[in-house]
C-alpha cells in the first residue's frame, strides 16, 4: 500500500498529514513570504488504536492530548503604561486615594459629574488648587492630566504618600488577568470585615456547624456563586485568610483557585480572508475529503480554528472544510464573518461586530478585520441588546452582581477588562468559564481574557494612566446583529 503524504497549510506554518498511516507532523515557526517553502517531515505512526487530533493552538494534527502551554504565556502583553502610584517628575502635591474608588470629576462644580475613578492606594500628581463650589468642607484640585478631585471626597492632597498608605496589590497590567481569582466552594462561607480574633475564630467555627450566634466580624454569609479577587494572605491563629482586593477576608479553605481560561482568539493579517471558524464543542469529528466521499481521520478540539475555504453538504448534512481538504460538520463551528461597516459608524472609525447567532466577535480598522475570536452573550431570558452602541464607560476591572431566578445570588469580583456600551450591558472578560462560543450570561457580552485585555486597550475612551474606571466618553462603535431565524 503506497503512502500519502499529504501537505497541510496551517495558519502560520506548514505541517504534513500522512493519511495511509495517519501519522502527524509538527506545524509550527513564523509565517513565510510565497518565496520560503517547508521541508516535509515525516514521524513514526502512531499506534493503530490512535486518532490524531487537531491541535486548539497550533492548528496541527498530533496523537497525543495536546499539551497545553501557560495561557498566561500564550497572552503575554506588552504592557500599556506604569500602573497608578507612581509619580514622575517629582510633584509637589499629589491627590493619594483612601476610598476604594476615589472619584475623579470633569469640572469644579457644585454640579460635576463623575469623570473617572482612582484606587485605594494610588495616587495621581496634582496641578494647581481651583476655586470652585461644591466641594464642601474641602477644596478643589485640577489634575496634573486631565480631571478634578475634591480634597473631602475620598482624597489626601499632600506632598508624598501618608505614611499609613494602603498596601493592596495593584492590578497587573501585564498579563491575561489584572489579579489572582478564586470561587468560594463552601455554600454559606462566611465573609469578614477584619481579620478575626482568636475567640472570635472560636465563635465562627462553631456558627458555621450551627448557622447561628454568628461574631459581628461577620461581613455577609456568601450563599450563591461568589468569586472573588485575591489581593494577600494573612495569617490568624491557626487559620490562613485571603484579604480580598475590595478589603474583605476570607477563609482559605472556602477558596477554589481559578485557573486562567485558555482560550485566546486571533489577530487577522492582512490578506487573511474571512470567515474564520471556531470549533465550539468539546471536540469534532474530523474529515478528510476524498474522492468517493468523506474519511473519518480523527478530532478537532475545543476552540480550533481555521480559515474556512469551502462550505458543502454532504449525507444531508453541512460540513466546513480548509483549503487541505480537512471538513468538520458545520454544526461543530461558530463562523466569524466579514460585514460591511454598518450604517451608523462613519468612515475611518474602529468599530467591533458581535454575532449573537454564532456567537463571535470581529474587530474592525476601520474596514479590514484585525481581530476574531468567539464569545458567550445572554442565554434565553437575557438577551443581549441588538444595535449600534459607542462604548461610554471602562473598567481595568470592576464588581458585578445579582440575582438569578434559577441559579440564585450570584457576585462577581473585580470583572476584567470592561467596557460598558448601554446602561448595564458591556464586554467583559470572563475568567469564570471556558465556554465561549455558548450563550450562558445576564446579558453582557463574556469575552476570553486575553481578548478583552486586547479590546480593552485597542478600543476608545482611552484610559489615563493611573486611573481605574473612565466615563462620560463616546468611544468605539460596537455593531451587535441576530442572524433572521
Known amino acids: 500500500m503506497s503512502r500519502w503524504t499529504i501537505t497541510i497549510q496551517c495558519r502560520r506554518a506548514v505541517a504534513v498529514f500522512a493519511l495511509a498511516s495517519l501519522a502527524a507532523l509538527s506545524c509550527g515557526g513564523e509565517k513565510k ?24 493552538h497550533t492548528g496541527k494534527l498530533v496523537f497525543k492530548g495536546p499539551s497545553r502551554k501557560d495561557a498566561l504565556e500564550r497572552a503575554r502583553f506588552v504592557k500599556p503604561f506604569e500602573s497608578g ?3 514622575e517628575n517629582d510633584p509637589s502635591l499629589i491627590a493619594y486615594a483612601y476610598r476604594f474608588n476615589s472619584r475623579i470629576f470633569n469640572s469644579a462644580a457644585a454640579s460635576a459629574a463623575t469623570l473617572g475613578i482612582f484606587r485605594r492606594g494610588t495616587w495621581l500628581p496634582v496641578a494647581r488648587d481651583v476655586t470652585g463650589p461644591g466641594c464642601e468642607g474641602g477644596r478643589w484640585y485640577a489634575l496634573d492630566a486631565e480631571g478634578y478631585v475634591c480634597s473631602s471626597d475620598g482624597v489626601v492632597i499632600s506632598e508624598k504618600p501618608p505614611q499609613d498608605a494602603a498596601t493592596s496589590r ?6 491575561a488577568l489584572p489579579y489572582e481569582y478564586a470561587q468560594i466552594k463552601e455554600p454559606g462561607a462566611p465573609r469578614l470585615y477584619r481579620v478575626p480574633k482568636e ?10 456547624e450551627t448557622g447561628k450566634a454568628w461574631p459581628e466580624v461577620l461581613d455577609k454569609q456568601m450563599i450563591g456563586d461568589y468569586f472573588v479577587a485575591k489581593d494577600k494572605v494573612v495569617e490568624s491563629s491557626k487559620e490562613r485568610l485571603w484579604r480580598t482586593v475590595f478589603g474583605r477576608y476570607v477563609f482559605e479553605r472556602d477558596l477554589e483557585p481559578m485557573p486562567l481560561p485558555p482560550m485566546v482568539g486571533s489577530k487577522l493579517d492582512e490578506g487573511d480572508a474571512l470567515p474564520l471558524a471556531f470549533v465550539y464543542k468539546k471536540q469534532a469529528p474530523l474529515y478528510k475529503i476524498l474522492d468517493g466521499g468523506l474519511s473519518h481521520v480523527g478530532v478537532a478540539q475545543k476552540h480550533v480554528r481555521f480559515f474556512v475555504d469551502n462550505i458543502f453538504e454532504e449525507g444531508g448534512r453541512r460540513f466546513v472544510a480548509r483549503k487541505d481538504g480537512l471538513a468538520v460538520p458545520r454544526d461543530d463551528v461558530r463562523l466569524a464573518r466579514r460585514i460591511p461597516r454598518p450604517d451608523r459608524v462613519p468612515e475611518g472609525q474602529k468599530w467591533i461586530h458581535v454575532d449573537l447567532s454564532e456567537q463571535t466577535l470581529v ?3 476601520p474596514s479590514a478585520p484585525v481581530y476574531a475570536t468567539v464569545v458567550s452573550s445572554g442565554k434565553p431570558g437575557y438577551d443581549t441588546p441588538r444595535g449600534t452602541f459607542r462604548i461610554r464607560k471602562k473598567f ?11 441559579e440564585g445570588t450570584y457576585d462577581v469580583g473585580e470583572v476584567p477588562w470592561t467596557m460598558y456600551y448601554f446602561k448595564s450591558y458591556a464586554l467583559h472578560g470572563a475568567y469564570w ?3 465561549f462560543g455558548v450563550t450562558r450570561s445576564h446579558g453582557c457580552t463574556n469575552i476570553a481574557p486575553a481578548d478583552a485585555k486586547w479590546l480593552f486597550y485597542w478600543t476608545s475612551p482611552k484610559l489615563p494612566k493611573g486611573w481605574h ?3 462620560l466618553a463616546e468611544g468605539t462603535y460596537v455593531h451587535l446583529t441576530r442572524s433572521a431565524g
Open 170 to 175: 495593584a492590578p497587573r497590567l501585564d498579563g
Open 85 to 87: 502610584g507612581e509619580v
Open 469 to 471: 474606571g473612565v466615563r
Open 396 to 406: 481595568l476591572s470592576i464588581t458585578m452582581n445579582g440575582h438569578d431566578p434559577k
Open 33 to 56: 513570504s510565497p518565496a520560503q517553502k517547508s521541508e516535509p517531515q515525516t514521524v513514526e505512526p502512531a499506534p493503530k488504536e490512535a486518532a490524531p487530533v487537531l491541535d486548539e
Open 199 to 208: 475567640n472570635e475564630l472560636l465563635r465562627l467555627n462553631k456558627a458555621r
Open 363 to 365: 474587530a474592525y480598522e
Open 433 to 435: 468559564h471556558n465556554d
